[in-house]
């Protein structure tokens, strides 16, 4: 059995997590966003906004949470597995703050690889911004510039995905990897 780890990229508020719900509905194996969990332990621990705080230290937690994200999908018996952001996402950021990394985050981009990424455009309809959410329209539409940078840069051709409902945008990406769609 060949096995696809597909990503789901884009900015803040872009529609990844609703678009992965929709999947998980359909029966398909999701790795969820991490970045909200992370931000809401170190809230627990009196950090208001760790990735503003101390983006090395959020970053270094991400880049584990995705790595494991990655090995758990590995060892998965499912042929079709969506990551909700992947590791390169970790350095696009990065690469956004202008904040020096290590290079074992540009290594381990190159070494997990996905066998597709999707990528969703900002979207101002759909936007909304909330506690762990702190970044205006603006500021996605640049992230998003430094997401496709970042993924081109180590080899992924960026699939867009149109606007739509999320039946729809899912349907796009099923039908993009020739699966047929109920």
Known sequence: MMQQKIVLVGGPGTGKS???KEFIKRGYQCMPEISREVTLQAQKSGIDQLFLEDPLLFSKLLLEGREKQFLDAVSSNKSLIFFDRGIPD??????????????????KSKKY?????FILAPW???????????????????????LRNAYEEIGY???????GTIEERCDFILQSLEINVQ
Not at 124 to 145: G, L, M, V, W
């Open 113 to 117: 690889r996905y066998d597709k990424a």
């Open 157 to 163: 051709t960026m699939i867009n995905v149109p606007f």
């Open 124 to 146: 101002k309809e759909i936007y909304i911004s909330d506690n762990e959410r702190y970044e205006t329209f603006e500021q996605a539409i640049k992230i998003d510039s430094f």
């Open 90 to 107: 970790i350095h696009a950021y990065m690469n956004y703050l202008g904040t020096d990394y290590p290079d074992d985050y540009l290594d």
């Open 18 to 20: 609703s678009i992965l």
